[in-house]
């Protein structure tokens, strides 16, 4: 099987390569982009890395609404749930019953719990949106809300991770391994000087 040109760093993004690749599923695609910018989320292109490859992630700043994993088919909508959102959403009432149903069978995963939801139907759609939704209220309750200034970066890029340094973290540096043979002693040892030894009848 031939490898994606989503997963593939150097593949520029566009529109209208996504449209090739993504085939029946652009329309879907652009019909949940369009009920992401009613609310104010846009597109960023973000590299995750060889095994993800190029995805649409949705911030308001440095805070992950959603994501949308397109190299799955059908593609699929992804929300990271941490505790305090997770503490908004356990008594949100407006969630609809079956983003309910895909929150609370959804397991935890280190500190989040990613919640995924298929796009293929309408049904799916507007379970992921409601959970969308039920975050951007979350997020409200603490302050953060999309602003009214302009989308961000089209396509960015995985910073690269800083050089590691050579060996491995944490080990102690080795100690000197003492010479086999010791060198010949000139003199007396530091210790007895000219005093001790003339005070000793030796000198």
């Not at 992401?36 to 440095?62: D, H, N, T, V």
């Not at 069978?105 to 969308?132: H, I, N, Y």
């Amino acid at each position: 099987m031939a490898k994606s040109r989503l997963k593939d760093k150097d593949f520029i993004p566009e529109d209208e390569a996504l449209a090739e690749i993504l085939g029946n599923r652009w329309p879907r695609y652009q019909q949940t982009l369009a009920m992401l910018k009613e609310r104010q989320l846009y597109p960023e292109m973000y590299w995750y890395g060889p095994s993800s490859g190029w995805a649409p992630r949705f911030c308001i700043g440095e805070v992950t609404v959603c994501g949308i994993n397109i190299a799955q088919k059908p593609i699929m909508g992804l929300v990271g749930v941490g505790d305090k959102v997770g503490s908004y959403l356990d008594r949100d009432e407006k969630l609809s019953m079956r983003a309910r149903a895909l929150y609370e069978r959804t397991l935890k995963k280190g500190p989040l719990r990613w919640v995924e939801a298929q796009l293929s139907t309408r049904g799916d759609l507007e379970a992921f949106v409601s959970l969308v939704d039920g975050k951007l209220r979350a997020l409200a309750a603490e302050g953060i809300r999309p602003s009214d200034g302009p989308p961000p970066p089209r396509i960015r890029r995985k910073a690269p991770s800083a050089k590691k340094k050579p060996g491995k973290p944490g080990r102690k540096p080795t100690k000197a391994a003492e010479p086999e043979e010791k060198p010949i002693q000139m003199g007396p040892p530091r210790k007895y000087n000219a005093e001790v030894i003339a005070a000793a009848g030796r000198g």
